[in-house]
């Protein structure tokens, strides 16, 4: 039962990340401490987060709005640096393209305002090679306090927004899902069929045995 239930669960795994209607998912984990998992906004530009997410060190950007080109960057050996952005001041695909100029790989835009909670993350730039979402002002706070501490890993994860699925994604999401359930279904039913055919002949067996 336990093989059955661990395939069952890949399979409905792999047919989600496969799917339409997945956005990218910030994850903090501070040194020896729970992890903070942060509500965002992917932009429209950019890379779309794999399916295997993404892992790297906190940076915070210098000048902190990044409509200049940037004064700090990664090291050479860093792999995957994320870096905070804060909003305003001037467009956010040159924001995203000056810390992509800088050596980042993934933009953490928060909004400097209260309102509205994410800001517009739209654009049509083809030159854009990295990862980028927009964030609260409060999950800014967080990350702006985060990257203080070197120790601190980030993760841009991909999750499933139920929010944002057509009628044709969730009558297909209920199909593959009936679907994983029937095969589940099956594989109980050989599986125990199997094992009563097993306990008859050895029933059957037993006499000559004896």
């Not at 795994?13 to 990218?24: F, H, I, K, N, W």
């Not at 953490?108 to 927009?134: H, K, R, S, W």
């Not at 964030?135 to 994860?157: F, P, Q």
Request: with cysteine; hydrophobic share 45%; aromatic share 6%.
């Amino acid at each position: 039962m336990a093989t059955i239930r661990a395939t069952m669960m890949v399979i409905l795994v792999a047919c989600l990340v496969t799917m339409e209607g997945v956005r990218a998912e910030v994850v903090v984990r501070p040194w020896r401490k729970e992890a903070i998992t942060l509500e965002d906004m992917e932009a429209t530009f950019g890379l779309t987060v794999p399916n295997h997410g993404l892992r790297g060190k906190l940076h915070i950007a210098e000048p902190l709005n990044a409509c200049k080109p940037l004064t700090n960057g990664p090291s050479a050996k860093e792999k995957n640096p994320f870096v905070v952005i804060g909003s305003g001041q001037c467009n956010n695909v040159l924001k995203v393209k000056n810390a992509q100029n800088a050596g980042f790989m993934a933009v953490l835009l928060f909004n400097v305002e209260d309102e509205p909670e994410f800001i517009n993350m739209e654009g049509n730039a083809t030159d854009i090679t990295v990862y980028a979402v927009a964030v609260s002002k409060n999950s800014g706070r967080i990350l702006l306090k985060e990257a203080e501490d070197t120790r601190t890993d980030c993760y841009l994860m991909p999750s499933v927004d139920f929010r944002n699925w057509t009628g044709m994604e969730i009558a297909a999401f209920i199909f593959v899902s009936l679907c994983v359930v029937v095969l589940a279904l099956a594989m109980f039913l050989c599986v125990r069929r199997h094992q009563l055919h097993e306990r008859q002949r050895a029933l059957e067996y037993r006499p000559l045995l004896d």
